[in-house]
């Protein structure tokens, strides 16, 4: 089971290092671990998330998922991504990205770095609205019941998710965005920047995650329809599910990757190397997910959906304060292992609860 799922990042993994060893020496090599390592750390919360999402497609879209999903992945996402952010910041054609990326590292890494804001503030909000959404939604299972409680009932509220991440939005652009700061002799101010990015991501995450929904609900409705007997076209409409439900996770994990992707400059301004440890950490959160899905460790394992949840909120907090303040990536990383460990020894607490409370009755009948 292991090795069937974990197959194919294994091998990504030999033909990652032994690139990097021909591209540059055993240095390369020690580089791209460190960064397929800091990709995991960063994205297991996004391989828990992905699994409650992939559970409800069937074998050929999570196939889909494992190869067109990876392709996407691993070179758009991690390779292609930042020369775009540079090709746009910079105002240059995508060859010229290409050859500063490869020729110039610095100037390169400069301008992904000033594009921060706005790729910050975008992925910060298309995360913060999954946040709410979840923690907003009244569920059956409760995790951190004080707290998510209360939080339900207040979910009754029309679009509050909505208001409370464009009031997010507002302060971080005019608490951290509007200290301008000093760029080239000039002052820059961040605040246009970040709203209009913020704003992009609010959108994007309506429209994907809205069609995503619309058209789940409509494929319930149509297995519903058949099991009364009526005639309905459920094998398309589960395609148009499930294209949707794909494209959601492809922003999705778009989102995860822009900590990842800025973080890797603390280790190495190195795109070809970039990529490939980007790449191969990206490999094991795919197949992670696959695994978590196969396995039923989500139904198992009750909680892990809410510490996942709860570490993709911190995570958006911590790309908004990015914008103005720079946080180790060991930290964000460690938060959210740590939220997922909580929450996963919480639910080893509740089986074994259950399980007692079931021997209890048991054990009065035989006695």
Wanted: charged residues 15%.
């Amino acid at each position: 089971m292991i090795l069937k799922t974990f197959g194919w990042s294994f091998a990504v993994t030999a033909l990652g290092l032994t690139a990097a060893v021909f591209y540059d020496g055993w240095t390369a090599l020690g580089v791209v671990a460190i960064l397929a390592i800091l990709e995991i750390s960063l994205s297991f919360d996004n391989a828990v998330v992905n699994a409650g999402i992939l559970k409800k497609m069937n074998a050929f879209w999570q196939k889909i998922f494992l190869t067109v999903g990876v392709l996407i992945a691993v070179f758009g996402m991690r390779l292609v991504f930042p020369v775009v952010i540079v090709a746009i910041s910079a105002k240059m054609g995508p060859v010229e990205a290409v050859d500063l990326a490869l020729n110039n590292k610095d100037r390169y890494q400069q301008l992904v770095t000033d594009a921060h804001p706005s790729i910050a503030a975008f992925g910060g909000m298309f995360l913060l609205m999954i946040f709410l959404d979840f923690v907003f939604e009244d569920r059956d299972i409760k995790w951190l019941g004080w707290l998510e409680r209360p939080l339900a009932k207040l979910g009754k509220i029309d679009m509050l998710s909505v208001c409370i991440a464009l009031i997010v939005l507002l302060a971080t652009a005019f608490t951290f965005a509007t200290h301008a700061h000093q760029h080239g002799g000039t002052h820059v101010d961040k605040a246009e920047t970040v709203l209009i990015s913020g704003v992009a991501g609010l959108v994007t995450y309506l429209v994907v995650g809205g069609l995503s929904s619309f058209f789940e609900n409509r494929l319930d409705e149509e297995e519903e329809a058949e099991r009364t007997g009526k005639e309905q076209s459920a094998v398309l409409l589960a395609g148009r599910a499930a294209f949707f439900m794909f494209l959601y996770l492809e922003v999705l994990d778009a989102s995860f990757s822009f900590d990842g992707v800025i973080g890797a400059f603390a280790i190495t301004n190195d795109i070809v190397l970039m990529a490939l440890g980007l790449g191969t950490g990206a490999m094991y959160v795919r197949s992670l997910t696959v695994y978590l899905v196969r396995q039923g460790t989500l139904d198992d394992y009750v909680y892990l959906e809410h510490g996942a949840h709860y570490a993709i909120g911190a995570l958006a907090v911590i790309l908004m304060v990015t914008i103005q303040y720079q946080i180790n990536e060991i930290i964000t990383g460690l938060l959210g292992v740590v939220l997922i460990t909580w929450s996963f020894i919480s639910s080893v607490r509740r089986n074994r609860a259950l399980a007692a409370a079931e021997e209890r009755p048991l054990e009065r009948l035989s006695s």
